[in-house]
């Protein structure tokens, strides 16, 4: 085991890949990111393929696609395949220790999935028997039991309160202690697989005080909304429809400023966390032989066209961060940028490749420590009205709306906001339909019923109807808000 690395893979919820410094933004406020980017590897074109955290988290720990492991709907009683070992498992077999600290939103929920152990952080979902995780139970055991949504915020909305106990009570906070007490508790004689998952920059938005006041006062730019948003409703994806509806409230200056301050203050916050961690791996000799990426299930869309949350397959749901520092006889030359077409898919086989783990032939992912590039990435999420699929090159992107059958093609190369839809411009037609081709290869399932005669055809088109909704049982949209708000327990 002398030669096998340990390594830390850290991801975060809802997090887009243009929220760091180091990506250009000059509003945000995360240095350790920055830096961990300066000595490390940003890959500038990595993608989340099914931007919802279910579907993104069964890519991210099988290493294949969700038409591999099955789904794109978002199905929370969906257990991991029995034929595909996980990458903790894979780990596991070549004599690591693999302990998963915070968020693994897996079914059952204390279903462990090839870890030794996992100290669950699952946000006040409470599923098949379980009544607490053990967040929760800390809460208890410090005078606070029931209290974890007490500050009155929402898991899916952009209001916002600073934390309402002590910071040492944070969700965020108990995430990295029991992180840096897990590298404390290392087995000296084997390597680590350690999986710190923050269920944060997600809602609810409620970092400590201290970080709010970091942002008093600054001005912020409003979110881009693109040429295409303008068009009659009749005319708009109805899927795009019914997600900007979701946040209406947002619509005024005022209220896009306190989400984007919240949202900010809270990434900053987490930023400063893994501080802590990466402090604990340097105090404890491990940080030079010690693997670390960082990344997101998904984006945030944060007032971009309109949207917040995620979901859709424009920018800033799907492009996300992803940080690699490699130890240094890796081999790879870092102190750069990497504009590879990345995918979550490609986090296990990397990961194994550079702690010295031979890399399952299964595995539908490719290691980046290599020199693998892939033209494009294709995406995909539900099978209902709001289903949309994507195909996204470095320059080009295809967005698919079966409902409507309508096509978005935006130039990404120079139009990198998504501000002006080409799909209707004769001088990119033939693009068009070398993407759109590329884009009905990948059908499977229930998408072949929109394909005659070798083109698209569709289901008819809807405008989205806010009465209609509650009268046809419309459980997403209920299930928003003040309908999923958590009261004290």
Known sequence: MAGKKNVLLITVDQWAGEYLGCAGNQEILTPSLDELARYGIRYTNAVSTTPVCIPARRELMLGVTSKTHGDRVFCENLKM??????????????????????KLHVFPQRDRIGFDDVILHEEGRHKAGMTQDNYERFLARNGCAGEEMAHGMCNNNYFYRPFHLDE???????????????????DPSRPAFWY????????????????????????????????????????????YQYYKNLYSWFERKQRKDIAKKAYYATCTYIDHQIRLVIGTLREQGLLEDTVILFTADHGEMLGTHGLFGKFLMYENSVK?????S??????????????????????????????????????????????AQREYSYGEL????????MIRTKEWKLIYYPTGNIR?????????LECKDLAEDPAYSQILESLTHTLR??????????IEENKLKGLPQKKYDFAASLQDGNKLFQGRDMLLQRGIR
């Open 81 to 102: 395949p029995e034929n595909i070992p996980t990458m903790a498992q894979i780990f596991r077999d070549n004599g690591y220790q693999a302990v998963a600290v915070g």
């Open 168 to 186: 040492t009570l944070t969700p965020a906070n108990w995430t990295t202690r029991q992180m840096c007490e897990t590298i404390l508790r290392k």
């Open 196 to 239: 710190l998952s923050y269920a944060a920059p997600h809602p609810p938005l409620t970092p400590p005080k201290e970080y709010l006041d970091m942002y008093e006062g600054v001005e912020f730019s409003q979110p881009i909304e693109g040429e295409w948003t303008k068009r009659e409703p009749e005319c708009l994806p109805f899927g």
């Open 320 to 324: 996300i961060p992803f940080i690699l």
């Open 326 to 371: 490699p130890t240094a006889d890796s081999g790879m030359v870092c102190n750069r940028t990497d504009d590879r077409i990345v995918e979550l898919r490609d986090v296990m086989p990397t990961l194994l490749d550079l702690a010295g783990v031979e890399i399952p032939d299964w595995v539908e992912g490719v290691s980046l420590a290599g020199d």
């Open 382 to 389: 539900w099978e209902d009205d709001r289903a949309t699929r």
């Open 408 to 416: 978005q093609l935006f130039h990404l190369k120079e139009d990198p």
């Open 441 to 450: 290869s990948h059908f499977y399932g229930s998408d072949l019923k929109l």
